[in-house]
Nanobody, 124 residues
Framework: QVQLVESGGGLVQAGDSLRLSCAASGRTFSSYAMGWFRQAPGKEREFVAAITRNTGSTYYADSVKGRFTISRDNAKNTVYLQMNSLKPEDTAVYYC?????????????????WGQGTQVTVSS
């Protein structure tokens, strides 16, 4: 029912910044909690950040807290991930996801829609 398309990935140096965008289809974007996940080669997918539907409360993995900021623009059906002070260990494919129902947002269980991912590579 929902399509998600990530953009904004690329190759940057350690310490640089990058902003990822996730555009969602449909008219019910504001009804979804949104999250960002990432997966590095040979590793499991991990939670990065999430923003809730009603209050816009945000949640972050400890590894990115203080460096990354998630936000949403419901009028544009878009969620963003501002990434500052990037580190080589941030290198991964980043996915956005949508959760249409209430529930936990810091794990992947509640997310039913996923984008195709965008590559972020941070060199040292």
């Amino acid at each position: 029912q929902v399509q998600l398309v990530e953009s904004g990935g690329g190759l940057v140096q350690a310490g640089d910044s990058l902003r990822l965008s996730c555009a969602a289809s449909g008219r019910t974007f504001s009804s979804y909690a949104m999250g960002w996940f990432r997966q590095a080669p040979g590793k499991e997918r991990e939670f990065v950040a999430a923003i809730t539907r009603n209050t816009g409360s945000t949640y972050y993995a400890d590894s990115v807290k203080g460096r990354f900021t998630i936000s949403r623009d419901n009028a544009k059906n878009t969620v963003y991930l501002q990434m500052n002070s990037l580190k080589p260990e941030d290198t991964a494919v980043y996915y956005c996801a949508a959760a249409p129902r209430r529930g936990p947002v810091t794990g992947d269980g509640g997310y039913t829609y996923w984008g195709q991912g965008t590559q972020v590579t941070v060199s040292s």
